[in-house]
């Protein structure tokens, strides 16, 4: 992540439309899916910390961050309990945490699967490992890049990750399914239109449209409708994905 994107970041995972959204839909299944409220949690690539302060409605949250600058920002900025380590080595023992959850990390992991391995083997048994990624690649934009991205998934690609682990794919969906046409034609666009029109700052697509844009509250409006068909179906695309995997 670019160094000028941490203080943005702060903020965006907690003003901005796209990520107010994404985190009640990711609790509204938590809420629906862990056993109790006394669990011992990791949440992985907790970046500047917004979802491990939300996780703590489950029980006691560690925290994982690789980037230096990063954690070293989150750590000064909330005083949170988070390590600076990788999700391809984590540094707990064996079926350590309740919850293992990983808020659009793996997309940034260029050995994914390892990183998959790593987090259900600290996963207890009967645990829960909760997940999202960014999908299609036919998405990619420079959004992707300025987040240093190594992939987008479709399902079929994401869930034969879990297939060497010990449990099951108890759940996945994809989401952002609303706004996934003019996301896909938005992308297009900023591909011929010059970046410095429409990017500032540190370049992502979160930073087109601020709080203060009427337009963050009618795309919030638009996708939080997904929110109540989520609770009972599973959508077939999207412009990502929430994936559940449970360990036997």
Not at 34 to 49: C, E, F, H, R, W
Not at 212 to 239: A, H
Request: hydrophobic share 40%; with cysteine; net charge neutral.
């Amino acid at each position: 992540m670019d160094k000028n994107y941490y203080n943005d970041y702060f903020y965006l995972e907690r003003e901005n439309w796209w990520f107010k959204v994404r985190a009640s839909i990711i609790f509204d299944h938590l809420r629906k899916s862990v056993p109790s409220k006394q669990l011992n949690i990791l949440n992985v690539g907790a970046a500047t910390g917004h979802t491990s302060v939300l996780l703590e409605e489950f029980g006691q949250v560690t925290s994982i961050e690789y980037d230096q600058e990063c954690f070293d920002f989150t750590k000064e900025k909330l005083g949170i309990n988070i390590i600076n380590a990788s999700a391809t080595a984590l540094p707990f023992g064996n079926e350590t945490f309740d919850l293992v959850c990983a808020f659009d990390v793996i997309e940034h992991i260029e050995n994914d699967a390892l990183a998959v391995k790593e987090m259900g083997r600290v996963c207890k048994k009967g645990g829960m490992l909760c997940l999202t990624v960014p999908a299609f690649m036919g998405l990619w934009s420079k959004h992707d890049d300025i987040n240093q991205h190594f992939r987008r998934y479709v399902l079929a690609d994401l869930v034969p990750l879990f297939d060497e682990l010990n449990g099951k794919v108890s759940h996945s969906t994809y989401f952002s399914t609303n706004l996934f046409v003019p996301l896909y034609v938005f992308r297009k666009l900023t591909k011929v239109i010059p970046e410095k029109w429409i990017r500032k700052d540190a370049g992502s697509d979160f930073t087109i449209i601020t709080k203060e844009n009427k337009l963050n509250g009618i795309l919030y409006w638009l996708f939080n409708l997904e929110r109540f068909w989520l609770r009972k179906y599973s959508f077939p695309f999207g412009s990502s994905i929430l994936l559940s995997w449970t360990k036997k």
